[in-house]
């Protein structure tokens, strides 16, 4: 059984594994702050933020060896994007739409929480804006 030191220790060693692997990339995407007082529509604001994440650009060429994300197939060219919720400050990840890595925006496919114990990161599937 998982104990609350255990869970500190998998957080904090996950920094220590994680460092000199991360990359710079821009997460985009629209916040609801509020709502109008007459008309009753969202207001949002958006969202732009600079980020360190782990990076995994999906370089197969072959579709045995590419999968399934949450029923998104997977496919060469698509980035594998894993970010320390802390790198967030509290931007919830429904809220990201796109990033940009290396000068090219990707739209995102999906986005999960992760995490053992407690959630502490989130792995996002995006795909090349043509």
Same mark, same amino acid.
């Given at each position: 059984?998982?104990? *609350?030191? @255990? ?8 920094? *220590? ?12 995407? *629209? ?6 007082? #007459?008309?009753? *529509?969202?207001?949002?604001?958006? #969202?732009?933020? +600079? ?10 060429? !072959?579709? !045995? @060896? ?5 029923? &998104? ?5 698509? =980035?594998?994007? &894993?970010?320390? =919720? ?22 995102? =496919?999906?986005? +999960? ?18």
């Amino acid at each position: 059984m998982l104990t *609350e030191s @255990d869970v500190a220790w998998i957080k904090a060693n996950r920094k *220590e594994i994680t460092k000199n692997r991360t990359r710079p990339i821009t997460i985009y995407g *629209e916040s609801k702050t509020g709502e109008h007082p #007459i008309t009753g *529509e969202p207001v949002v604001e958006p #969202i732009e933020k +600079d980020v360190q994440a782990l990076v995994t650009e999906i370089t197969s060429a !072959f579709k !045995f @060896d590419v999968g399934l994300v949450n029923g &998104v197939e997977v496919e060469k060219g698509d =980035l594998w994007v &894993v970010i320390d =919720l802390d790198e967030l400050d509290g931007i919830a990840p429904s809220d990201i739409k796109k990033i940009e890595y290396l000068d090219e925006k990707y739209r995102i =496919l999906a986005a +999960d929480r992760e995490g053992i114990g407690i959630h502490n990161r989130v792995t996002i599937v995006a795909r090349k804006i043509s």
